[in-house]
Nanobody, 124 residues
Framework: VQLQASGGGLVQVGGSLRLSCVASGRTLSSYSVGWFRQVPGKEREFVAA????????SYVDSVKGRFTISRDNDKNTVYLQMNSLTPEDTAVYYC??????????????????WGQGTLVTVSS
């Protein structure tokens, strides 16, 4: 499966963005999907994940109440709605697909496929 992340951009503090992760090649409904972010010099950080049927979601504490992960399997797309953005949210955001469709994993090494990343910059 190929993943394409998009929706990043420049936004002011307190603003919102919605990231999209679109799959091609295979149906995304077979996978759990996670969003991760990375800044230069740091490891890739877990942000949120969702199981294949949307029954379960998971978030890193720093984004709880501000970010929402969702998916539309008919559109082969997973979304990350990001509200109340802060400069600390600035990073390249990646989506990953995990063939263990019923699990929520926060370790990026356990994901099987990755998109190319989309840059989110939050300015103060």
């Amino acid at each position: 499966v190929q993943l394409q992340a998009s929706g990043g951009g420049l936004v002011q503090v307190g603003g919102s963005l919605r990231l999209s992760c679109v799959a091609s090649g295979r149906t995304l409904s077979s996978y759990s999907v996670g969003w991760f972010r990375q800044v230069p010099g740091k490891e890739r950080e877990f942000v949120a994940a969702i199981t294949s049927n949307s029954a379960q979601t998971s978030y890193v504490d720093s984004v709880k109440g501000r970010f929402t992960i969702s998916r539309d399997n008919d559109k082969n797309t997973v979304y990350l709605q990001m509200n109340s953005l802060t400069p600390e949210d600035t990073a390249v955001y990646y989506c990953g697909a995990d063939t263990t469709y019923y699990r929520l994993r926060s370790d990026p090494t356990e994901y099987d496929y990755w998109g190319q990343g989309t840059l989110v910059t939050v300015s103060s």
